[in-house]
């Protein structure tokens, strides 16, 4: 760990002894939690330049975002500043402008964060954490609705279905597989919503659909919570912070969330759509969001439950059709299963769309 601990010193050229160790089981980066005297203080993390290449972009944004909810945290008089929002560390000495560093020996791009003490992560969602996190991601958007920073979209068409169903359509032509003639059904049904599921992207375009700044990977597990008191502290995980529509933290959340089974479920007939969670969530969030949402936002919101499952099901058909070059599979047809699911997760919402809208309104 010295080489470790070396890097946390381009960021604390004076920290004196420290321990550094592994911390979580994180999926994109490489996580450690560095302690001084036994305690944890500081969190060093590797960033993941084959999925986030543009670290300039992706640094700036967040210390766009974090300077902006802590601005907003000290006009409201927040005495506990630091658990309540990310805080970067720059790099010591004349480098100081600068939230990561680049190792010349390997190449890798790491940066140092305060660690939040007394906090939890959860994994499990209830009607009772589905509100919390509502609430938590309609605060995030609305605190950083006034936020005039330009960020980077950095993955760029994360969440345009106009994008995704152009590379299905790649993937169709070039059929490198030759497994195009196995899925023609599943490719007619997809075709068949193809219009209604892409006319937010034409809204969007014409101007009649604002664009906001999201955090574009809503999950229980990307807020901390007060380890004594349980309440919501802070969004973490702001690596996707970025330019979309609010439909990607609403919708996003619902589709793993609401979904009665995991997403790769083979026995289809097993999948339903939890109204429970769908209605604490959207409480939670709409207490948050409702002020800064416009009529035409709100209204939309129930077409987000819909589309995330559909657009998930088109990028897993896009990867089985491709040969599962995108997404880790555990058995030879595991894309296709996913795709099946998400195909059955998005039938079921459309059978509930009346109701939703219905839910929806009478919150707004």
């Known amino acids: 760990m010295k080489k470790l601990l070396s890097i946390v010193r381009e960021f604390l050229p004076s920290l004196p002894d420290a321990q550094v160790r592994p911390l979580g ?9 560095v302690a001084v005297d036994g305690e944890p203080k500081y969190v060093l993390q590797s960033i993941n330049t084959a999925i986030f290449p543009d670290v300039d972009g992706l640094q700036n944004n967040i210390q766009a975002v974090t300077s902006h909810l802590r601005d907003k945290l000290e006009k409201a008089g927040e005495t506990d500043i630091d658990r309540k929002v990310l805080h970067f560390l720059p790099l010591g000495g004349e480098n100081g402008n600068k939230t990561y560093y680049t190792d010349t020996e390997d190449g890798k791009v790491w940066r140092l964060m305060r660690f939040i003490p007394s906090s939890k992560t959860l994994s499990e969602v209830t009607p009772e954490t589905a509100r919390q996190a509502g609430k938590a991601f309609g605060r995030f958007q609305s605190d950083l609705a006034d936020n005039t920073t330009q960020l980077v979209e950095i993955i760029p068409g994360f969440h345009d279905m106009e994008f995704r169903l152009r590379q299905l359509k ?31 992207d034409r809204l969007r375009r014409e ?81 948050s969001a409702n002020s800064f949402l416009t009529k ?13 499952p559909y657009m998930q099901a088109v990028r897993f058909l896009t990867d089985w059709i491709n040969g599962d070059t995108y997404y880790k599979i555990a058995y030879p047809t595991h894309n296709l299963v996913r795709t099946k699911a998400q195909m059955r997760l998005f039938e079921k919402v459309m ?14």
Not at 174 to 195: F, K, N, T
Not at 296 to 308: I, M, Q, Y
């Open 170 to 200: 790649d993937a169709v032509k070039a059929d490198p597989q030759g497994r195009v003639e196995g899925v023609a059904d599943i490719l007619s049904e997809i075709d068949r919503y193809a219009d209604t599921m892409t006319e937010a």
């Open 25 to 33: 089981n994180g999926l994109i980066n490489t996580t450690y939690a």
């Open 207 to 287: 101007g009649k659909m604002p664009t906001r700044i999201c955090h574009c990977d809503t999950k229980v597990n990307n807020m901390l919570y007060d380890a004594v008191t349980g309440d919501v502290l802070c969004v973490i995980d702001l690596d996707t912070v970025m330019p979309s529509m609010v439909f990607s933290d609403y919708g996003d959340f619902l589709r793993t969330a609401a979904c009665s089974t995991p997403e790769d479920e083979p026995e289809v007939d097993k999948i339903s759509f939890r109204n429970d969670i769908f209605e604490a969530f959207t409480q939670g969030y709409l207490s």
């Open 296 to 308: 035409e936002e709100k209204d939309w919101l129930p077409f987000a439950v819909a589309l995330f």
């Open 351 to 364: 059978e509930q769309m009346p109701e939703l809208k219905k839910y929806v309104a009478s919150l707004c």
